[in-house]
């Protein structure tokens, strides 16, 4: 898989409302063609899916969006996320629920946002967002339950972890269909037996990843599939 | 694919382990039965040639490729070549060695 800094640039900013936000906006202004990432020391406003905030302290945290331009107008944009999350446990060893939550034990360590921006010319580029915790241990309460630190698992910080992302990123395969990453997928799964709210508001517990991708849960007896597509970006 | 070509992938599909691997333990699934193995009682890992040999708190065990990597509706093949993508079977064992929290070693022999 191509890297996202591969011949691009990364800004680095001490503290910034979002990372992701600062991406797509360059991307929706026609700008930043140069530019293939962005790190924050600090979010003040991190984006979570779905509407969520991403709690992040400094110092403790990696918070990083990368721009696959190389990506631009990928029939499957997912899969690009998708990759991008085992690049992610690749390099922390943890497991990924789907579509993208990161999991040390049964706490989470952080997650991938993936969206996709569109260019002035209408071109779409998949945006990643990477949210880790590296050792955060003042969590709002509402989050201390729900959230781990990788500290007592690996200790890293934020850039060199960075570093051996982007390596990981560079050693997986292209990911075209989702038979091209299935296998490594497998080794970091952790969907099966997890607990699921659909968009509908049903509760679903995951059974596992389909032949495309998609997630298996089963609501209430009967099995359904979501597309990641549908998960990701709506 | 010729006949033969067919036979061999039908043969490799039929000798290949199956491997799940979780948080704190991996399963090797065989004909004969399930194999669970704590990360925590692994002491050393070393390659010989394309195998790998598990040194435990009692007892080891040797594995190799061609393998599956299972998980939930998933079994994907890893350490041979299909619908042109291979997934090379070191990753498995890098991945269980950086679980168990150990350096893999070569065999010099």
């Keep these: 898989m191509k890297s996202p800094l591969d011949g691009f640039e990364i800004k680095k900013f001490d503290e910034l409302e979002s990372t992701q936000q600062y991406c797509l906006d360059l991307i929706h202004r026609g700008e930043g063609e140069s530019v293939g990432a962005s790190l924050a020391a600090i979010q ?3 984006q979570g899916r779905l509407g969520k905030t991403w709690y992040s302290e400094k110092g403790h ?41 990161l999991q040390v034990g049964k706490k989470k360590v952080g997650g991938i946002l993936t969206s996709l ?9 998949p945006v990643v967002g990477i949210g880790l915790n590296i050792g955060v241990e003042n969590f709002p309460a509402e989050l201390a339950e729900r959230a781990s630190n990788l ?18 990123i560079e050693a997986l395969p292209e990911p075209n269909n989702w038979s091209d990453i299935k296998s490594i997928w497998a080794m970091f799964d952790e969907t099966s037996g997890k607990k699921f709210t659909l968009a509908t508001g049903e509760d679903a517990v995951g059974i596992g990843v389909g032949p495309e991708g998609e997630l298996i849960c089963a609501v209430e007896g009967e099995t359904r599939s979501v597309l990641a597509a549908e998960a990701l970006f709506g | 694919m ?25 399963e090797v699934v065989k004909p004969t039965g ?40 998933i079994r994907a093949p890893i350490g041979w070549l299909r619908n042109g993508v291979e997934v090379p079977f070191e990753l498995l064992i890098t991945e269980i060695a950086a679980r168990a929290g150990l350096e893999i070693s070569e065999d010099k022999q």
């Design chain 1, 44 to 46: 003040t406003n991190g």
């Design chain 1, 61 to 101: 945290s990696l918070t990083v969006s990368l721009i696959f331009w190389e990506y631009k107008n990928h029939p499957k944009p997912w899969l690009v996320g998708m990759g991008t999350a085992l690049a992610v446990a690749g390099a922390v060893h943890c497991r990924i629920s789907w579509p993208n939550d």
């Design chain 1, 117 to 125: 921006a569109r260019t002035p010319d209408g071109d779409t580029v």
């Design chain 1, 151 to 168: 500290e007592s698992h690996q200790v890293h910080n934020a850039e060199n972890l960075l570093e051996l992302i982007l390596a990981q």
């Design chain 2, 2 to 26: 010729g006949k033969s070509a067919v036979a061999d992938v039908a043969h490799l599909a039929a000798n290949a382990t199956e491997y799940s691997l979780h948080d704190d333990h991996f």
């Design chain 2, 34 to 73: 399930v194999r669970t193995i704590s990360y925590a009682e692994i002491t050393t890992i070393t390659w010989h040639k394309s195998d790998a040999h598990f040194d435990m708190e009692r007892g080891g065990l040797k594995i190799g490729p061609p393998a599956f990597i299972v998980s939930g509706t």
